[in-house]
């Protein structure tokens, strides 16, 4: 027996030296893409201690255009004679994007890996690139403008469609973002754009990027801000950049780093308009068009006309003001109604501007509405145009003489309007010398006021002061920002955009995490989330479930076809956990 104890304890040792010494180096990759659409290669080592040196090989006509590295720790257990001892497993994985450039089949050797000193070599791989589409919906042709400014991995981009304008001219001005990593976007600032008139265009709630060839490289790409500036004054005008704090995400999906850029300035040389302004010039630059009508040219007294003046075109509407349409005292003129019909386009605003007036004649006779002159600054033809409106004639008919207010008119026109006030049919009297001094409504005025006053103090005061903790301010709205992705994730889910779906719900978490146990973003591991959570006493089952979530997400989003599970149990296992978390914390 007591050989046979000896021999399992020899086994044993043997054994875990034999697990310790176990590294592994694996190469992955599909077996067939196309020229010009990225693909993903995965290089795997698990190994007692952290890999160095990694070393892909060259291979002529494929491109790094996007490179990750993930870590994950593991540990084993045994227990021998009574003595407990611990091995650990740390695996690394190098997450490689790829273009292919040339159409052929791809022999890609073995890459290298330096653990404790020794080189390891991976297998090699075979890939069958064919022929890919010179241009999708995907991946659109690169303007030769892009081609020239981008000149980083991660960049934003200024840019405006005029460098030269007239005071006055609209001038179509966008941020776009450039960037070969995977990344999100947390914040974003634009520019101020001091000296111009801002007219913001709509951009969509959910941007999407695209992915363009640039220079020989993949760039994700995606439009951030589009808008019309209008330059308020001569001179060089100096556009201040954008600002976007970005978040990068490793080859796996998870939070890398965060990194801040800045954009570009841009420069507008703006030329005074033309000395020799018409008097009717009120500021309006473009080309437009003026139209005057009246809904009828025969009234009797007191019967209502309607006269409409409309300016039509492209321009810079909202820079001018309308001119006004006047008829004689005899006439009594309601409110302008003023309407606009305005789209925006990248040359300018586009539509028109009304304005209806409603006048009442109180005078019979024959009447004449002016011609109507407005002038404008014509961009074509660099010079002032000015254009008329036919004039109108009003004939009012009717007997007045018997009319109070045609009385009045006849006297003194100034006083339409004013010439009959409303006279009151009742009047409530009330007793002299009947104060209010020492009764009970004259305390209460005083005392309500003042009670109130204290609260509001009392509550504005504590409101101040949670403002003030911005992480006491995140943790409080940490369950309703992350319920707002979910239901956003929802949405995905109904509409089968599983992609979307997982990397909503990933965020979701994450976002909450943070928010809550106020950990930086750019701290954001899942390291330190499992340490942050255990040290607030949440239980094992709950961190367990959170880790399973995020994985099955990463696994969904990275390895679709290895998934086992389906996207409602995704959404109600993150749903009851943040359910949980908040019973929790």
């Known amino acids: 027996m007591k050989i046979s104890f000896l021999n399992i304890f020899f086994l044993l040792i043997i054994a875990k030296f034999g697990v310790a010494q176990n590294i592994t180096f694996e190469a992955s990759a599909p077996k067939s893409s196309q020229t010009g659409q990225p693909f993903m290669i995965k290089y795997t080592l698990k190994a007692p201690k952290k890999g160095k040196n990694f070393v892909f090989p060259k291979v002529d006509g494929l491109e790094i255009v996007n490179q990750g ?8 257990t045994t227990i021998v004679n009574g003595k407990m001892s611990s091995e650990q497993t740390i695996t690394l994985v190098w997450s490689l994007t790829v273009v292919a450039s040339i159409e052929k089949k791809y022999s890609i050797p073995s890459a290298t890996v330096t653990v404790d000193g020794k080189t390891y070599s991976s297998n090699n791989l075979t890939i069958d690139v064919s022929k890919g589409n010179a241009q999708t919906s995907n991946t659109p042709t690169t303007q030769n403008a892009d081609a020239t400014v981008v000149t980083k991995d991660l960049l934003i981009n200024l840019s405006t469609n005029k460098t030269t304008a007239y005071v006055g001219e609209p001038i179509y001005a966008y941020c776009k973002l450039f960037s070969v990593y995977n990344i999100s976007l947390n914040e974003f600032n634009p520019s101020p754009y001091n000296n111009f008139w801002i007219k913001e265009i709509p951009m969509p709630t959910s941007i999407k990027a695209q992915e363009e060839r640039i220079n020989n490289k993949t760039y994700l790409t995606a439009v951030l801000d ?47 308009l033309p000395s020799n302004k018409p008097a009717s010039f009120t500021g309006g630059v473009g080309e437009f068009e003026v139209d005057m009508n009246a809904d009828l040219i025969t009234v009797e007294i007191d019967q209502a006309i309607t006269i409409d003046f409309k300016i039509s075109g492209l321009g810079n509407f909202g820079l001018f003001d309308l001119p006004e349409v006047t008829l004689p005292a005899t006439f009594e003129r309601l409110e302008p109604d003023f309407t606009e019909n305005l789209s925006i386009q990248s040359d300018g605003l586009s539509g028109s501007q009304s304005v209806r007036y409603v006048f009442i004649p109180r005078v019979p006779g024959q009447y004449y509405v002016k011609p109507i002159s407005f002038a404008f600054f014509d961009l074509q033809q660099e010079k002032y145009v000015i254009l008329k409106t036919d004039s109108l004639k009003i004939t009012v008919v009717g007997d007045s003489s018997s009319s109070f207010t045609n009385q009045v008119v006849q006297s003194d026109p100034t006083q339409l309007g004013n010439d009959v006030r409303f006279i009151k049919n009742s009047v409530k009297l009330k007793p ?7 009764k009970t409504g004259f305390w209460l005025a005083y005392i309500i006021p003042l009670l109130t006053l204290g609260f509001l103090t009392f509550f504005m005061r504590k409101k101040i002061k949670q403002n003030a903790d911005l992480k006491l301010v995140k943790s409080k709205k940490a369950d309703k920002v992350s319920k707002k992705r979910l239901k956003l994730a929802q949405s995905y889910m109904v509409s089968n955009n599983n992609e979307k779906f997982y990397e909503e719900v990933s965020l979701a978490l994450w976002g909450y995490v943070s928010d809550k146990m106020s950990i930086p973003r750019s701290e954001l591991t899942r390291q330190t989330v499992v340490e942050t959570l255990k040290s607030k006493n949440i239980s094992d089952q709950i961190v367990s479930d959170f880790v399973k979530i995020i994985d099955n997400c990463e696994v969904a989003r990275f390895a679709p076809s290895a998934v086992g599970f389906n996207p409602q149990q995704i959404y109600s296992g993150a749903s009851s956990l943040i359910s949980n978390f908040e019973k929790n914390i």
């Open 69 to 76: 590295t993930s870590q994950f720790s593991s540990f084993s």
């Open 226 to 272: 589009k808008r019309l500036i209008f330059p308020q004054k001569t001179g060089s005008i100096t556009i201040d950049p954008y600002q976007a704090t970005l978040q990068l995400y490793d080859g796996w999906g998870f939070p890398a780093q965060q990194k801040k850029v800045v954009s570009n300035t841009k420069t507008i040389e703006v030329k005074p």
């Open 432 to 438: 002299q010398n009947n104060f209010i001094f020492g």
